[in-house]
């Protein structure tokens, strides 16, 4: 079948695009418009958004869940929890051959959190752009069953990327604690994003990516305090 004439076109020939061919061939103006409405109502494209800043635009709110298969968030898709105390809660399932892996990260090796199993012990590392490197882990290794691990980020306040105190707990039970000198004023990164599961970009901590969890996430919870970051 012989080329059509919008199909000659090559950008090292037209390397500006300033060959209008829509004015040219306008029949296949009209039938790549109609090809695009028909994908776009299929997957419910529409109403298109022009906005650009509302779109960059975190989500609102204090209370967010995630589950298993939630991942790869960019930077306007997660929540603001920089400047202000939070708590992960992770509700998950060991199996009887333990289990390892990421539950949630943000960010990556340039810095980042991450909420992790490694040789079965829950752990927890903030990591300040490769300055400063905390972790706080377990003593031991989770036993198979239901568990409910939840890290408790103390925010000190007195301005934007002050520092806090990080506790892991573990069923209920305190089983380290950590002190972060200083924390993340607005975002980690525009790349490596927030997952849920496994950490799918470079590593925030001490494992090798993606480090997928093995056991079973029923849930994970993040309760972002309302104090400013101003305050204290």
Do not use: C
């Amino acid at each position: 079948m012989a080329a059509q004439p919008w199909e000659l076109y090559h950008l090292s020939e037209d390397y500006s695009e300033a060959d209008d061919l829509a004015k040219r061939y306008p029949e296949k103006v009209t039938q790549m418009q109609s090809l695009f409405d028909e994908e776009a109502r299929k997957n419910q494209v529409y109403p298109l958004d022009p906005r650009f800043g509302g779109r960059q635009a975190r989500p609102a709110g204090k209370h967010f869940t995630y589950y298993t298969g939630t991942g790869r968030l960019y930077f306007s898709l997660t929540p603001a929890y920089e400047n202000h105390s939070h708590t992960i809660t992770a509700t998950i399932d060991v199996p009887k051959e333990g289990a390892n892996g990421v539950l949630l990260a943000d960010g990556g090796y340039g810095g980042g959190f991450s909420l992790f199993l490694k040789d079965g012990k829950p752990a927890y590392t903030y990591n300040y752009f490769g300055r400063e490197i905390t972790t706080v882990t377990a003593p031991e290794a989770l036993p198979a069953g239901p568990a409910t691990i939840v890290l408790k980020f103390a925010y000190d306040g007195g301005g934007v990327g002050k520092g806090a105190t990080a506790t892991l707990l573990v069923n209920g039970r305190a089983v380290g604690e950590a002190r972060i000198p200083n924390t993340v004023p607005m975002g980690f990164s525009f790349e490596d994003t927030f997952d849920v599961g496994e950490d799918s970009a470079s590593p925030v901590g001490d494992y090798e990516s993606p480090f997928p969890f093995t056991g079973t996430i029923r849930r994970i919870d993040l309760d972002i305090a309302p104090d400013a970051a101003t305050s204290r």
